[in-house]
């Protein structure tokens, strides 16, 4: 965005140095580093498991394939990665049985 702002600056601007105000290209620095922190990643929800044995169990199920993303541990929440909700979901089903 800024070299494009620098290439198709209006002629009188054109001229200064720097074209482009140092506090815009901050401004637009920041908001860039902003997009690039937040990554999108298919995921699953959990809550209202029946005991904290059966959390605990399905925390370390997720952990040990790499699919546990976050986990609230006092109110039994957890987020997996979509890949493995399925074996999730089976593992869940024995745990209940």
Same mark, same amino acid.
């Given at each position: 965005?800024? @070299?494009? =702002?620098?290439?198709?600056?209006?002629? !009188?601007?054109a001229? /200064?140095?720097?074209?482009?105000p140092?506090?815009?290209?901050?401004q637009?620095?920041?908001?860039? @580093?902003? =997009?690039? /922190?937040?990554?999108?990643?298919?995921?699953? %929800? %959990?809550?209202?498991?029946?005991? !904290?044995d059966?959390?605990?169990?399905?925390?370390? %199920?997720?952990?040990?394939? @790499?699919?546990?993303?976050?986990?609230? @541990?006092?109110?039994? !929440?957890?987020?997996?990665?979509?890949?493995?909700?399925?074996?999730? /979901?089976?593992? =869940? /089903?024995?745990?209940n049985?």
């Amino acid at each position: 965005i800024i @070299s494009f =702002l620098q290439q198709n600056a209006h002629p !009188r601007v054109a001229d /200064r140095i720097p074209s482009v105000p140092e506090n815009v290209c901050d401004q637009i620095r920041l908001w860039e @580093s902003d =997009l690039n /922190r937040v990554e999108m990643t298919p995921a699953h %929800y %959990y809550e209202e498991f029946p005991s !904290r044995d059966v959390f605990e169990a399905a925390c370390d %199920y997720a952990r040990d394939r @790499s699919g546990l993303l976050w986990e609230d @541990s006092k109110k039994m !929440r957890l987020v997996v990665n979509a890949e493995i909700h399925m074996h999730m /979901r089976e593992f =869940l /089903r024995g745990q209940n049985k």
